[in-house]
């Protein structure tokens, strides 16, 4: 069972292109996190959101609680974008579920 | 700077050996994580302690061991008992519920 869906897992895209990253989720949450990971390996986190919406730069994360659903928007994307971006939700047990991630390649 | 710092970075070992990976964090956080990811799947949850001297088995505990002596460090040990221990493996901490999770740098694991 996956407690955590992302779509799409893998994603193209031309530099300057509006990106959307999905993500579902069935468990009852405190949070809901946007993470991204470089090919080094490392993990950073760029959202947590447990209601509405959040801007960062060019970066736009929103959450609808009753429909259980997330999305990441990256605006005027750039080939820097390019990583994994993983949706993972955070229980009320401090436990976390995590999305298999989306990979992400922005083409100059 | 606050951080999580994992050692090593890539580490090698012979089929059959036990290994021990590092990681240490001076963020203060009482919950600390290990996490294992392979190609293709999500990170999964291998033992998790919520505080000093206690731990719990995540979903693919078998064939790791962990302690918890110190509130700064939480080191994980791959023993020989472990599969496929091939990995990347990833060290995480929170403040508390419902706070960000501050993740480690990983360690990649190759069992030859």
């Known amino acids: 069972k996956n407690e955590v869906e992302q779509s799409p897992q893998n994603l193209t895209a031309q530099e300057g292109e509006f990106i959307t990253i999905n993500c579902s989720y069935s468990?009852?949450?405190?949070?809901l996190h946007w993470l991204q990971q470089h090919p080094g390996g490392g993990i950073v986190s760029l959202f947590m959101?447990?209601?509405g919406k959040k801007k960062h730069g060019r970066l736009i994360a929103t959450i609808n609680i009753q429909e259980k659903h997330s999305s990441l928007h990256i605006t005027a994307s750039h080939p820097r974008d390019s990583a994994v971006y993983i949706c993972?939700?955070?229980?009320?047990?401090?436990?976390?579920?995590f999305g298999t991630g989306t990979s992400l390649t922005v083409i100059p | 700077d606050g951080g999580i710092t994992q050692s090593p970075k890539y580490l090698f070992r012979k089929e059959g050996q036990n290994v021990t990976l590092s990681c240490e964090q001076n963020l203060n956080h009482d919950a600390m994580y290990w996490y294992r990811q392979d190609p293709g799947q999500g990170l999964r949850l291998i033992y998790y302690s919520q505080i000093v001297n206690d731990f719990q088995k995540g979903d693919i505990a078998e064939g790791y061991s962990v302690s918890r002596e110190k509130k700064e460090s939480f080191p994980l040990t791959v023993t020989s008992a472990q599969k496929n221990p091939t990995a990347f493996y990833l060290c995480a901490s929170i403040a508390g519920a419902g706070n960000e999770q501050f993740f480690g740098p990983g360690t990649r694991l190759t069992v030859l």
């Open positions: 993972a939700v955070g229980s009320t047990g401090n436990q976390f579920y």
């Open positions: 468990v009852g949450i405190s949070a």
């Open positions: 959101l447990s209601s």
